[in-house]
């Protein structure tokens, strides 16, 4: 079960925090996509979703295996791209 009954109406499960956390990160990794193709964004910001990007690839390079990834890593890049997401509403 991802969520179960309770006293004052559902309570999510850790697997159901882990399947929102999944969602989020893959919405992430679309906005950053996005920038790194736009022809509109500036230099310096598409070379760092670029590099977003190549990161977050080399953390899981087949998405078939299952691969023990470093959960520290993973919260460091989560934490870069959100900055350059930021940094580019900004703008």
């Given amino acids: 079960m991802v969520i179960y009954p309770g006293r004052d109406g559902p309570v999510d499960s850790l697997r159901w925090e882990q399947t929102r956390e999944g969602l ?6 679309v906005m950053l996509e996005r920038i790194a193709h736009e022809k ?5 910001i598409k070379t760092q979703a670029e590099a977003l990007l190549q990161r977050a690839r080399n953390l899981m390079p087949d998405p078939r295996c299952q691969l023990a990834v470093v959960p520290g890593d993973l919260l460091e890049l989560r934490q870069e791209i959100g900055e350059l997401l930021d940094k580019t509403a900004a703008r």
Avoid at 24 to 29: P, T
Avoid at 40 to 44: N, R, T
């Fill in 40 to 44: 509109a964004a500036p230099s310096p």
């Fill in 24 to 29: 989020e990160d893959y919405e992430y990794l």
